[in-house]
Nanobody
Framework: QVQLVESGGGSVQPGGSLRLSCAAS????????IGWFRQVPGKEREGVSC??????RIYYEDSVKGRFTISRDNGKVYLQMNSPKPEDTAVYYC????????????????WGQGTRVTVSS
């Protein structure tokens, strides 16, 4: 059974740091493009950062550039969130897609259940 599981969410103060992890069962993340998406009530799910499989191409949404870092290590994919802001508060999802993507939610096939991130002082 294919499954993605996110972890690492929680509450963090503005200016702090948090690292989200994405792990898979039933398949290897190494062969898929992996994306981190987030969603707040009333809004569409948006691509935060995505990393390609073979070419390792990385995309960051403009508002997180310079603050968030996506990486792969030992079969997992991470999203390091530095200097988070209150507007980063959302449920974060990791997702997997086969092939090249533009980091759009509709390109991704497999999804985790989400992990909530709250940025507040």
């Amino acid at each position: 059974q294919v499954q993605l599981v996110e972890s690492g969410g929680g509450s963090v103060q503005p200016g702090g740091s948090l690292r989200l992890s994405c792990a898979a069962s039933g398949f290897s993340l190494d062969y898929y493009a992996i994306g981190w998406f987030r969603q707040v009530p009333g809004k569409e799910r948006e691509g935060v950062s995505c990393i390609g499989s073979s070419d390792g191409r990385i995309y960051y949404e403009d508002s997180v550039k310079g603050r968030f870092t996506i990486s792969r290590d030992n079969g997992k994919v991470y999203l390091q969130m530095n200097s988070p802001k209150p507007e980063d508060t959302a449920v974060y999802y990791c997702a997997a897609a086969w092939g090249f993507t533009y980091c759009r939610a509709d390109e991704y096939t497999y999804w985790g259940q989400g992990t909530r991130v709250t940025v507040s002082s």
